[in-house]
């Protein structure tokens, strides 16, 4: 089991209390998690884990080492600080090395479900059967992959930060393959909490993508309306919200930058119906609270009706770049309109609706152009129906003809396939997004 909050911080103590230099920070990280892979339509592999791990920091005159271990013993806590403090006087000098924390004030979330944290070898098998035979009944191969974990995360420095959080997450993929090998697609669910989330309903949603994507036809690339599902919406704004950096912006490096200096904060920049904001300590879908080094992620507002309101900043780059220091969001929620997915498709009277993007990189870092591939399931629309299968197609643009070019919204939903962050997105339709080529692969 992870450690509780007591036991957590009491651990940080011990590891301060072996400290010489004036600036040691330490973060505490509890794991326990548990998984079932399948594939070819049976359970493969699965297992759990618990896992520590401490990492303990020094620094001394923008001299900084960090070192982990994973014993709790005072010994060996001893020995891991002696070797933080070790490594850090052979450390060349940092000229922006940051300062310790201190205390800081974290919103409170509640983010660990019961069910989540304490799910058995017994309810994992269940949850994939149900997948299994909901493919199975549609004739279709069935794979993918059930995962959960309970995760704690205490940070401590000796100028005073004390600070942790506990969340839970069960996620689950699922693919499912036509026997003839032409029809194709996957799906995916994730929640801090088991909730009503049905397996079945999963596999059968993505049965009726695979069938429906059987036997594509080639397509002619170039620049088309789309329907992009939620997780093909979260990949691309990914690419979006990494280069909101406000050091980057402020030194002419960035789409945010301003011609002729500094950034484009407070400027119309999108579709007054964009709105995007990060929530920690939204209800249904909540995030941690604390950043990576411990700094609290507070509720902020990105982009506001179109206008570019907040770019993120490290503590070290916050002055430099003229703004308050803002971590990297790990949770966004971008706003939509009542409209299901029939109603947006019904706008389209000659497009494309993609379930999801992959192979995904950066092309053009400053005008945040990337490039990747239409995956599970990319269909032609015509007279504002979905009419067949379309062979699979490179695309090279990104988010900024999303937000710029829009047609429409739908009701905004967490993307089931995106691990690296919380997105809530909606589905939307836009207009002139740039394919290149076509691919063979399914």
Do not use: H, K, Y
């Given at each position: 089991m992870t450690l509780g909050s007591s036991a957590a911080k009491a651990l940080c103590r011990a590891v301060l209390a072996q400290a010489s230099f004036g600036d040691v920070r330490v973060h505490v990280r509890s794991k326990q998690t548990g998984d079932l892979r399948f594939g070819a339509s049976r359970p493969t592999t699965g297992g759990d884990v618990e896992t520590l791990e401490i990492s303990v920091t020094a620094q001394r005159d923008g001299?900084?080492?960090?070192?982990?271990?994973?014993?709790?013993d005072p010994a060996a806590?001893?020995?891991?600080?002696?070797?933080?403090?070790?490594?850090?006087?052979?450390a060349p000098v940092d000229p922006e090395a940051e300062g310790p924390l201190g205390p800081v004030s974290v919103a409170k979330v509640a983010a660990r479900d019961a069910k989540v944290a304490g799910m058995t070898a017994q309810q994992?098998?269940?949850?994939?059967?149900?997948?299994?035979?909901?493919?199975r009944a549609r004739g279709l191969e069935v794979s993918g992959h059930l995962q959960h974990r309970e995760i704690a995360d205490a940070f401590a420095d000796r100028r005073g930060l004390s600070a942790f959080h506990v969340r839970t997450e069960l996620a689950m993929t699922c693919t499912c393959r036509t026997p003839d090998g032409t029809g194709s697609s996957k799906g995916g669910f994730i929640s801090h909490a088991r909730g009503t989330f049905s397996a079945k309903a999963l596999a059968e949603r993505v049965a009726e993508a695979a069938l429906r994507s059987r036997d594509p036809k080639p397509i002619e690339p170039g620049r088309m309306t789309v329907v992009l599902m939620p997780d093909a919406v979260a990949e691309l704004l990914d690419f979006l919200v990494e280069r909101m950096d406000a050091r980057a912006a402020a030194e002419g490096r960035?789409?945010?930058a301003r011609a002729g200096g500094g950034t484009k904060l407070g400027e119309v920049l999108f579709d007054p119906r964009i709105t995007l904001r990060s929530d920690p300590a939204d209800r249904t879908n909540p995030a941690s609270p604390l950043a990576d080094d411990g700094s609290p992620q507070a509720k902020t507002t990105w982009i506001e009706r179109g206008v570019l309101r907040t770019l993120h900043a490290r503590r070290g780059d916050a002055s430099v770049a003229g703004v308050p220091a803002v971590p990297v969001p790990n949770n966004l929620h971008m706003d939509g309109e009542p409209n299901d997915l029939d109603a947006l498709v019904a706008k389209v009277d000659r497009g494309l609706l993609v379930t999801r993007l992959w192979y995904n990189r950066m092309l053009d870092p400053k005008g945040i152009v990337a490039t990747g591939l239409t995956r599970d399931g990319t269909f032609a629309i015509e007279g504002g129906k979905i009419t067949h299968a379309v062979k699979n197609l490179r695309y090279n643009d990104g988010p900024i003809t999303l937000l710029t070019k829009l047609v429409a919204l739908g009701q905004p939903q967490r993307?089931?396939?995106?691990?690296?962050?919380?997105?809530?997105?909606?589905?939307?339709?836009?207009?002139?997004?740039?394919f290149e080529s076509t691919s063979d692969a399914i």
């Open positions: 001299r900084r080492a960090t070192v982990t271990g994973n014993r709790t806590l001893r020995a891991l600080v002696g070797q933080a403090e070790a490594l850090a006087a052979l994992r098998a269940g949850l994939v059967g149900d997948a299994i035979d909901a493919g960035s789409f945010f993307a089931g396939m995106s691990t690296g962050r919380v997105w809530v997105v909606p589905a939307v339709v836009v207009e002139g997004f740039n």
